[in-house]
Every structure is written in C-alpha cells, then in structure tokens.
C-alpha cells in the first residue's frame, strides 16, 4: 500500500457546499487534485462555476462542476438534491461546509439571529444530509465507506463567544450531531466526520484575515503562532475520504492551531 492509494480517489463523486471559497475551496481542490468529480454548490452560483473553471485548469486528475444550491430552507435543500440527481447517479462524498454567522455584542444580540444561522448551520446540513442518504448509501460498502464530512468550528467545542453566540452553538450542534449520525450510519457503510476550524483565510473571516498584517496579528493568539492554511484542510480532508481513513467515523478532527487545548494554565503554581 502506498500513500497514492492511501488518499487518491479516482471514480469518486463528491459535494462540497459552499466550496467556492474558504474552507470549502480549499477542499474542492485537494478532492480535485486526488482525482475526485467534485459537485461545488453555494447560494452565489456564479462564484461556484468560477472556482470550477479554476480548479479544472490545474489539469488535474479530478474535475469540477459548479452550480447554485441553497440549504436555508426546505425547500431550496429539496431544489439542490434535485439538481444533484440530475448531474449524478452516486455520490461518494458529502462535505457539509456551507453555513452563515452573526456578530453583535452580549446585550445587543438579537432574537432573529438565532432562526437564520441554526436554520441554515444545523437544520440545513441535517436535511441536506438525511436527503442524500440513498445516494450515499448506495455507494458505501464495508471496505470503502460514503463518507460525510461536516465543517464545525473551534469555536463548537471551546467556551468562545467572541459576539457570534448563535454561531458558536450552531457548530457545538453540528459536532454533537456528528457523533449521533456516525453512530446510526456506520451499519450502512457510511462514516461521518469533522472538522473543527480555528482561523483560516475565508470570506466570513475577512474582517480579522484579509490583510497580511491581520493574519499575523490574529496568529500570534492561536499556540502554534499562524492561521490555518490550504494544506491544512487538504491533509484532513483527503485522510477522512481516502482509504486511509475508511475505519475512521465519529471523529472531530481539532484543525485549529491548538486552539482547542488551550486552558487557564497551572492554578497552583503560585503556592510553589
């Protein structure tokens, strides 16, 4: 066995939400680059038949697709599995990346941001997921699983509010449901998985990553001293879908830097 077979994945057909951007480009690519079909869907269906056109010019073993897809409501998740049937007859890989957040200081937080982002970060990847089962299921066998792929959050399994209280629950939601749906899927041969994220480059961190200075200032928080980059997300996300990570389900991988071990340090140092 070599590390080509380990984390190739020719014949496989995967979705990746909102992965015309950030965390979702990042591994558009590398599914790409392992010779994967990737399905890029996102409410901007221009942006994700843009980032296709790109990933398809690497000449690359894999290619892309991209197209509109929406999971803020039940209906526009049925419209994306629609479309999905429509361009495939299986699908290998499922990565739950699209999701929205909110800002606003404690006292000021409003009630409707909690609706929009629970609806689209946990409602919506339920759905989208519990839609796709046959397809998923259909492809998964005991030695080469379908796998899911959710995209949770640092920020989901630490006590960090930073004023997206919604969001940060969102993403503890979306963990939690990780380890729920590993459990009930695993007798039919699908794994499911995630990522936890700390600060990566992407459109919804732009206001704390977009400049160089930014990103170094941000960095110099997280214990390993930078943000995240693309061979980051590339490195789990090949290990998760590949063969090497085929008896791997239920897992939260923490992508964050150390982030996530971060505590109040020795309490009784001083008494020595």
Known sequence: MTPDTLFSLPGKTALVTGGATGIGRMAAEALVRA??????????GDACVAAAAELNA????????GFAGDISSEASIAKLVSDIQERTERLDILMNNSGVTWGAPLGQFPYDAWDKVMSVNVAGVFELTQRLLPMLMQSGT???????VNVG??????????????????????????KIMAK?????????????????????TAFATADEDKREKVGKSVPLGRVGCDEDIAGCVLFLCGRGGSYVTGSIIPVSG???????????????
């Open 35 to 44: 010779g994967a079909r990737v399905l890029i869907a996102s409410r901007n």
């Open 58 to 65: 690497l000449e690359a073993p894999g290619s892309a697709e």
């Open 142 to 148: 005991a030695d080469d699983p379908a796998r899911v």
């Open 153 to 178: 959050s640092v920020m989901g399994e630490v006590p960090m509010g930073d004023g997206a209280y919604s969001y940060s629950a969102s993403k503890a939601a979306v963990l939690h449901l990780t």
């Open 184 to 204: 009930e899927l695993s007798p039919y041969h699908v794994t499911v998985n995630a990522l936890a994220p700390g600060p990566f480059v992407s459109r919804m």
């Open 258 to 272: 150390g982030i996530n071990v971060v505590t109040s340090g020795n309490i009784f140092a001083e008494a020595f």
